[in-house]
C-alpha cells in the first residue's frame, strides 16, 4: 500500500513558478514509477510527467517539456514538480500517482492516487 499526499498548489500570475511535493508512505518507494497528472474543469485528466523508481528516467507530456521538471527523493519519500513560466492553461487540479515497474503515460495503469492540490494561474 502507498499513500500519497500532494501539496504546493495555489495562485500564481503567468510566467511565475510553483513547486509541487508529494509525500509518499510504504516501505518500497523506490520500487514505484510516480506520476502528475492533472485535471482542468471539464477535461479528462491527463498526463504531465512520470519518473522511474531510481530517478534515472523522466518523461513528460510535449506540452510541459522545458518547462516542468519532475524529480524524487526515495530517502525522504518525495516526488517534485517543479513548475516555471506558467501559463493559464496550466491551471489544473494536479495529482500524484504510482504504479509499479514500467512507466507509463496511461492513467488508467497508476494504482495509488492522492488528493490533488489545485494550481491557478492568472493572466
Known amino acids: 500500500q502507498v499513500q500519497l499526499v500532494e501539496s504546493g498548489g495555489g495562485l500564481v500570475q503567468a510566467g511565475g513558478s510553483l513547486r509541487l511535493s508529494c509525500a509518499a508512505s510504504?516501505?518500497?518507494?523506490?520500487?514505484?514509477?510516480m506520476g502528475w497528472f492533472r485535471q482542468a474543469p471539464g477535461k479528462e485528466r491527463e498526463f504531465v510527467a512520470s519518473?522511474?523508481?531510481?530517478?534515472?528516467?523522466?518523461y513528460y507530456a510535449d506540452s510541459v517539456k522545458g518547462r516542468l521538471t519532475i524529480s524524487r527523493d526515495n530517502a525522504k519519500k518525495m516526488v517534485y514538480l517543479q513548475m516555471n513560466s506558467l501559463n493559464p492553461d496550466d491551471t489544473a487540479v494536479y495529482y500524484c500517482?504510482?504504479?509499479?515497474?514500467?512507466?507509463?503515460?496511461?492513467?488508467?495503469?497508476?494504482?495509488?492516487w492522492g488528493q490533488g492540490t489545485q494550481v491557478t494561474v492568472s493572466s
Open positions: 519518473i522511474s523508481g531510481g530517478g534515472g528516467s523522466t
Open positions: 500517482a504510482a504504479k509499479k515497474t514500467y512507466w507509463s503515460s496511461d492513467k488508467q495503469l497508476y494504482d495509488y
Open positions: 510504504g516501505r518500497t518507494f523506490s520500487t514505484y514509477v
